[in-house]
């Protein structure tokens, strides 16, 4: 017995030793985290994880974004990813001896799902139809320029509730649908605040947009959303303002930079900056995006 007993014992760890290799090969080969998302990110969607250095023109403010989105698994044959995104949305303010400011700072992370199609005999004229979705989470802050010489907050009066620090957190569901081919996009999007602090701000949104490629590695983008509108008087967002960034650049693939662009913006709208969610404003910005 102790002989059947030794030789069962060294089968089990023979087929352990086998085994346990091959399962963690599976793992491997499951998930292989790649920047090239089957999803490409919104070229004028400020909200899009990103690395960008944009200076706004004629004011001494700049936007400093860093984040990008990853697939970590994509099956076979391109039709399916299971993603994440991460990104950080800066707002510096610019002064004397190159010194930057942080006025405020939104975080984002989540994770993401896309399903891709090719299309076949479509009498529009695109290929391929892609659905993203994203289930998100961000916060925001502010950071420097906000507090006197004694630590208390200045301009409370100028935020909603009259009340500075105040908590600004969302999660939502994000729903993107589009469809493209070599050289041109047009997408819809519909994104739904399940949990939202402050409160009274109404929990949808709505977006579209359209990309269009250019000779010589240029290109033209457009992204409007309609975004809730906040009410002093009501104390709560009434209604939506529509909200565009439309954006000019090239790719400097002449030189071997093909996931650097220099781009040019116009942006009229909501606040992106969630500390600034009540906020309309509009300006120009010119600078440098990156896509990893």
């Keep these: 017995m102790n002989k059947r007993s030794s030789l069962l014992t ?4 023979s087929a352990l030793c086998i085994s346990a290799p091959a399962r963690q090969a599976m793992a491997e080969s499951a998930l292989k985290p790649t920047f090239d998302t089957l999803f490409d990110p919104l070229l004028a969607d400020p909200m899009e994880p990103r690395i960008a250095v944009m200076p706004m023109l004629g004011k001494k403010q700049l936007q400093l974004d860093i984040g990008t989105s990853a697939d ?5 044959d391109k039709k399916f990813a299971v993603g994440i995104d ?3 949305w800066s707002l510096l303010n610019r002064t004397n001896n190159f010194k930057f400011p942080v006025d405020c700072i939104d975080y984002l992370f989540g994770v993401n799902t896309t399903f891709r199609h090719q299309l076949k005999d479509c009498k529009l004229p695109f290929d391929e139809a892609s659905v993203r979705v994203r289930l998100s989470h961000i916060s925001a802050h502010f950071e420097d320029g906000h507090t006197d010489e004694t630590g208390a907050w200045l301009n409370p009066q100028l935020v909603p509730g009259g009340k500075i620090p105040f908590t600004f957190s969302r999660e939502f569901f994000n729903v993107t649908g ?4 070599p050289g041109r996009r047009v997408y819809l ?3 739904y605040m399940y949990h939202t602090l402050p409160s009274g701000i109404s929990p949808s949104s709505f977006q579209a947009g359209a990309e269009i490629g250019l000779p010589s590695h240029a290109y033209v983008a457009a992204d409007f959303k309609l975004l809730p509108k906040w009410n002093w008087d009501e104390g709560k967002t009434s209604g939506y303002r529509g909200t565009w ?9 002449s030189i071997g930079l093909d996931n650097v662009r220099v781009a040019a913006n116009y ?4 606040s992106r900056q969630g500390m600034y969610y009540y906020k309309p404003e509009s300006f120009t910005t010119l600078g440098m995006i990156v896509d990893l």
Excluded: E, H, P, V
């Design 10 to 13: 060294a089968t089990l760890l």
């Design 86 to 88: 991460f990104a950080t």
């Design 178 to 181: 589009a469809l493209s081919a």
């Design 245 to 253: 960034n439309l954006q000019a650049g090239m790719r400097l693939t």
């Design 267 to 270: 942006f009229s709208g909501m």
């Design 72 to 76: 970590l698994y994509q099956s076979k």
């Design 189 to 191: 999007g519909y994104q």
